[in-house]
């Protein structure tokens, strides 16, 4: 076995373990550490995949997941709103 495919192997475990993080965590935010994790490991086990095979196609999957991120830090981070009746 070639360092490339075990490399790629402890990534896949690794998204593995994170999925029992997202099934257990108790807030939208650790939820949300797991979608990112999940993201930053796609991109790299996409890139070992891509050397190992001469091909490199990660762009894709890494700004998924930065827009991922940000879409989750305008919604749960953002201020509240004020009401239409709130002028004060």
Excluded: I, K, W
Excluded at 1 to 28: I, Q, Y
Excluded at 45 to 64: D, F, I, K, S, Y
Excluded at 69 to 77: E, I, P
């Amino acid at each position: 076995m070639s360092g490339l495919t075990a490399l790629a192997l402890v990534l896949a475990a690794l998204a593995a373990v994170s999925l029992v993080r997202l099934e257990r965590g108790p807030t939208a935010v650790d939820r949300m550490m797991v979608a990112q994790l999940l993201g930053t490991v796609g991109v790299a086990l996409v890139l070992v995949l891509g050397a190992a095979n001469g091909r490199v196609v990660a762009l894709v999957v890494a700004l998924l997941a930065a827009v991922s991120g940000v879409a989750f830090v305008r919604r749960y981070l953002a201020p509240p709103e004020r009401g239409a009746g709130n002028d004060d």
